[in-house]
């Protein structure tokens, strides 16, 4: 039987930078394989790979491996999952980590198909069992109302890991890797796609996954006239505007701002919930807020259950005031 070994993680260059869940990978990655005593290795494919290799060394891996062509500069599922596949077989690592981001989202099935091995997607905690060595995958599940512990029995055990939910190590630039080209061979006739246009997402100010200050409004706001005392309140902080999913559907913010199980997961150092209830929909995107300050007029909202500090009371009567003491508070 072949003897599966260390941790591998895919990772991903996202306008010519490490993308920040490649380094919580890496991160996660490290402490998964110094508990197996085992070594951590990654692969980056693109189309110059090799600064990004040595940066991912300096945030956690002992060997990284590059694939670069052209037609790898962009995420393409048929010609990434030829390589991966390659990478994997030649490795064959006991634990495989992506992010779950779209690139995660679409590849990882598709190499658990391919190696008959189960993939446990949208993961938030990661360990090692030292009674048994597995990997111990933890996902919420029922909409975000509770977590569950998986192991897998097939190999090698795979899983995409939620952005934000880990931390990467800090940045050690004096760490030693090995940097391993390998030529991906790449066959473009099996290319059964091709990326015709790429469109960026417009964001007016920071986006609300790189905020450090985060006001969140809720249906409770009452449409999109009061947004505009909450974007007064992020402008003053110098923070981001999020929101609920029924203000997302009532198109009173873009799809780009909601926070949540189905929206984006953030973990700003202060998060501002505004008019909102606090569903465990919700909380699953912004549990990994540091502080968080609520305003609600109903003592019961779950979201107290959550703050730090809260206001009972109406929006429209605290949230000006306290834009005004946030003034103040900022020509002191
Ligand atoms: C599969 C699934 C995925 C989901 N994904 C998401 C997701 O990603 N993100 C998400 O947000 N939701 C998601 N939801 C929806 C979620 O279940 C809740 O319905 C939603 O989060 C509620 O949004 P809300 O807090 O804005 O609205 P409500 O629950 O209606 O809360 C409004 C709050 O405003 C307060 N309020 C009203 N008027 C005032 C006032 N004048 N002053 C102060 N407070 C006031 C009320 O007391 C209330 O607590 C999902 C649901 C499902 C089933």
């Keep these: 039987m072949t003897e599966h070994k260390g941790v591998l993680i895919i990772g991903e ?3 010519e930078n490490l993308a920040a869940v490649t380094l919580e990978l890496l991160g996660c990655g490290r ?3 110094d508990k197996l005593g085992e070594r951590l290795s990654g692969l980056l494919m693109g189309s110059d790979t090799r600064p990004h290799a040595s940066k991912a060394i300096a945030y956690g891996a002992d ?3 590059i694939m670069e062509d052209p037609l790898l500069e962009d995420y393409q599922s048929d010609l990434y999952l030829a390589a991966v596949e390659k990478m994997v077989r030649r490795v064959m690592p006991k634990i495989v ?10 590849l ?3 190499l658990g198909f391919r190696m008959h091995a189960a993939v446990l997607m949208d993961c938030v905690e990661l360990d090692i069992d030292t009674q048994t060595g597995r ?3 933890v996902r919420p599940v029922y909409g975000g109302n509770a977590r569950a512990v998986f192991t897998s029995e097939t190999r090698p ?3 995409t890991v939620r952005s934000k939910a880990m931390s990467p190590l800090e940045r050690n630039s004096s760490r030693k890797g090995d940097i391993i080209e390998i030529k991906p061979e790449i066959d473009p006739s099996a290319m059964r796609t091709k990326l015709l246009e790429k469109v960026k997402e417009e964001v007016a100010g920071i986006k609300i996954e790189d905020a450090a200050i985060l006001v969140t409004g809720g249906r409770g706001i009452g449409g999109p006239e009061g947004f505009e005392q909450l974007e007064d309140l992020a402008g003053l902080l110098k923070g981001a505007v999020g929101a609920t999913r029924p203000v997302v559907d009532s198109g009173w913010c873009p799809t780009s701002r909601q926070i949540g199980l189905t929206g984006k997961v953030v973990a700003p150092d202060l998060y501002i919930a505004v008019a909102l209830s606090g569903s465990s929909q919700h909380m699953a995107g912004c549990s990994g ?6 305003i609600n007029s109903d003592p019961q909202a779950n979201i107290f259950r959550e703050a730090s500090f809260g206001i009972v009371g109406d929006w429209k009567k605290a949230l000006p005031s306290f834009i005004e003491k946030v003034r103040e508070l900022l020509k002191e």
């Design 289 to 294: 807020a540091k502080h968080i300050v609520a």
């Design 63 to 65: 060997k990284i491996y």
């Design 97 to 106: 980590l992506m992010g779950q981001t779209p690139m995660g989202r679409d």
């Design 135 to 137: 990997l111990l995958q």
């Design 13 to 15: 260059i996202i306008e």
């Design 108 to 110: 990882a099935p598709r």
């Design 31 to 33: 402490t998964l394989a």
């Design 157 to 159: 055990q795979m899983a």
